[in-house]
């Protein structure tokens, strides 16, 4: 079961302190499978935090406003709104079972009252519209309050109705469904910066998605074989650029990053810039390729950089240098001696997130594998707002 | 990463509390688990990787490369097992499975391509070794998925014709399917390297366990006519056991083919 831990105020200087905050859901051993989170995403803001778990629900969390009396402490998370996102269903052309496991979740970027976000499963993404309900209107003149309605011609005088407060009430309604898109399984989606656009990513193909059209997308990434008996790699993780909207990266299972631009041609499957550091021949060994194959890419706000997550280390890259990494941490680096006992029991093939804390721009946060394990290394000045999580998925 | 499958009652989460009223509060669901027997195909003695063990400390690197391959064999049959391969997994475990096999036979050089079948003689003693059942396996999904997404999509060009062969060690139905196994055994294995087989036993590895259910529905269309037919004849048959079974049988049944 993954928590969210609360961000850190700095004490001063330039050290991050981070401290344990809260704990949402069953803290005991025994959960029941579809409670399993599988995926969260903080809003762009900070203050809802979004959850799908294998059960095929959504639950969002909201932090409360902070106390003026204690402006340090962080406001504490409580449940805004739960809803079933996505439902078991049948493939009868291939019989087979489609799960309601929620993959991933993308908040779109506020405008209005109204938030938006995206979920996805294996196949299908739905667009999902969160709005609040605190007022009632009373007094209408052609119904009255059962909501019958009234006899035009009895009535003889007009009243203007007023807003009454009510219990607060947060709806959440499907407003896209976008299908039958994607022949393998979805990994990722990314909401574009010019807001219209959004990409859905399975092991082999990248779609194109407007968010106003559901029954067309694009394929801009198709690394299919002719001959399937070819296939030696897939794509594990797809993001669009926060500023520029014509880029995009993809990770694969080779521990590659691929880097495309929308402007050089339709399909994308000629990289433009192509990021793998060489392999170091004295920790060789036949799992390198498993432990390199990376199970997250984030690029960082500015734009500038991109991080990336494989089963031992974080990676940060610098856009404008393929060669190599500029930073790796070692996340758990005590595994290494234990690979073969972790392949016999598969779990070398778990996926691990990442993600960069609100204020990348000056310095270059670090990132972390699982909750409990330290940032490796001093944060530089972090802001007091710093949210960042970091969930060990498991399949 | 649960690895029990939890079969108790569903709980209500503790905080799914709102602030106000919830309209569309999500309902759980039973929801049952489908445990895969496979797990615990899986849990082979792994004496190999205790390193305290007194066999594994002596043990040359070839008996631990040994026991890899066989152990990722088993993965790999494992993983084509599920009725939705994960492709990553399997790309994954053929992946490594190559790396354990080039370290076992250094001198057989690995083909860049896969290479035709040099001759009969050759791919029958690879149909007989269950390793290229499986890889013929693999080679049979991976392309069963292309034939799948051929039919739920806009035509594409089909690269292999003629339906996914299922060898069960036997002689070669025919040469098309042959055709499909030369290029799939050339993938995972060398010609030098059937002695290596010898001294496993692969009766675990009998593609019979192949999933039945996965079968029915992989045909292509090539194979229309001649399963129409089958069906036609089995009903036929199944109603007249019915008739013979309910008493009411045949006198009135009316003469049909092989009656």
């Known amino acids: 079961m993954a928590g969210a831990g609360g961000g850190g105020c700095p004490a001063g200087g330039n050290d991050l302190q981070w401290c344990f905050s809260q704990v949402k859901g069953a803290v005991d051993e025994d959960v029941a499978e579809a409670d399993v989170i599988s995926t969260v995403e903080f809003s762009h803001s900070g203050d809802l935090l979004a959850t799908g778990d294998k059960g095929g629900r959504v639950v969002i969390f909201q932090r409360e406003q902070e106390n003026k009396s204690r402006p340090h402490s962080r406001g504490e998370y409580n449940v805004y709104s739960t809803f079933q996102s996505h439902e078991p269903e049948f493939d ?11 993959n991933k979740i993308r908040w779109l970027p506020q405008q209005g009252a109204a938030r938006f976000l995206l979920s996805t499963n294996d196949k299908t993404i739905k667009l999902w519209k969160i709005s609040e309900r605190d007022k009632r209107a009373e007094g209408y003149n052609l119904k009255d309050e059962d909501g ?59 779609n194109l998605w407007h968010l106003e059209i559901t029954d067309r997308s694009f394929n801009i990434v198709d690394i299919k ?46 990289h433009s810039k192509f990021f793998e550091e060489p392999e170091d021949p004295s920790s060789r060994s036949f799992f390198s390729e498993i432990i390199s194959s990376v199970s997250d890419v984030k690029f960082s706000h500015s734009g500038r950089y991109m991080m990336t997550r494989d089963y031992l280390s974080v990676k940060v890259w610098d856009l404008n240098m393929e060669s190599r990494p500029v930073e790796t941490h070692q996340v758990h680096e005590y595994l ?60 | 990463m649960s690895r029990v499958a939890s079969r108790k009652d569903r709980v209500p989460r503790g905080s799914v509390k ?66 939705e391969p994960d492709l990553r997994h399997l790309v994954l475990v053929v992946n490594t499975l190559r790396r354990i096999q080039a370290s076992m036979a250094p001198t057989a050089a690995l083909p860049p391509v896969p290479s035709p079948p040099t ?57 098309g399917a042959l055709d499909l196994l030369g290029p799939a055994t050339g993938c995972l294995l060398d010609d030098g390297l ?52 309910v008493g009411t049988q045949a006198l009135e049944r009316p003469s049909g083919p092989g009656r």
Not at chain 1, 364 to 393: K, Y
Not at chain 2, 59 to 75: I, Q, T
Not at chain 2, 159 to 173: H, K, L, M, Y
Request: negative net charge; charged residues 25%.
């Open chain 1, 336 to 395: 290494r001696s234990k690979l073969c006992s972790l392949y016999e029991n598969d779990c070398i093939f778990d996926k691990f997130e990442c993600c960069w804390n609100g204020s990348d721009r000056q310095h270059l946060a670090r990132c972390w594998g699982r909750l409990s394990f330290p940032p490796c290394g001093a944060a530089g000045r972090g802001d007091i707002h710093a949210h960042a999580g970091a969930v060990r998925t498991a399949e």
């Open chain 2, 119 to 175: 001759a009969p003689g050759i791919a029958d003693n690879l149909l007989a070794s269950s390793d290229a059942a499986l890889s013929a396996s693999m080679a049979s999904l991976l392309e069963d998925l292309s034939h799948i997404e051929g039919l739920s999509q806009a035509p594409q060009p089909l690269v292999d014709e003629g339906p996914p062969g299922r060898p069960t060690g036997g002689a070669p139905p025919s040469l």
């Open chain 2, 18 to 83: 709102g602030p106000g009223m919830m309209l569309s509060k999500g309902l759980k669901r039973k929801r049952e688990e489908e445990e895969e027997e496979g797990k615990e195909a899986l849990a082979v003695d792994t004496w190999w990787l205790d390193p305290g063990h007194p066999a594994v400390a002596q043990a040359p690197p070839a008996v631990a490369s040994s026991s890899l391959f066989d152990l990722s064999v088993l993965k790999l049959h494992h993983s084509l097992r599920q009725s």
């Open chain 1, 148 to 206: 019958r309605l009234r006899d035009p011609l009895r009535i003889t005088a007009l009243r203007v109705p007023i807003l009454k407060p009510m219990d607060l009430m947060v709806e959440a309604s499907p407003r896209r469904v976008f299908a039958n898109a994607h022949t393998y399984h979805i990994n990722s989606i990314s909401v574009n910066s010019d807001h219209e656009t959004y990409l859905s990513a399975d092991d082999l193909r990248i």
């Open chain 2, 194 to 245: 059937e002695g290596l087989f010898e001294d496993i036993d692969t009766s675990m590895y009998d593609s019979e366990l192949w999933a039945p259910a996965s079968e029915g529905h992989k045909s292509s269309p090539e194979d229309g006519p001649g399963k129409e037919e089958a069906p036609e004849l089995d009903e036929a048959e199944l109603d007249y056991l019915m008739d013979v079974l």
């Open chain 1, 92 to 102: 009868y052309l291939k019989s087979l079972e489609i799960e309601e496991k929620i």
């Open chain 1, 225 to 270: 074989p002719a001959n399937m008996e070819e296939l030696t790699e897939v794509i594990t993780a797809a993001e669009f650029h926060p500023h520029q909207c014509n880029v995009l990266v993809y990770s694969s299972s080779k521990g590659t990053i691929r880097l495309c631009d929308m402007r050089s041609s339709a399909l994308c499957d000629r």
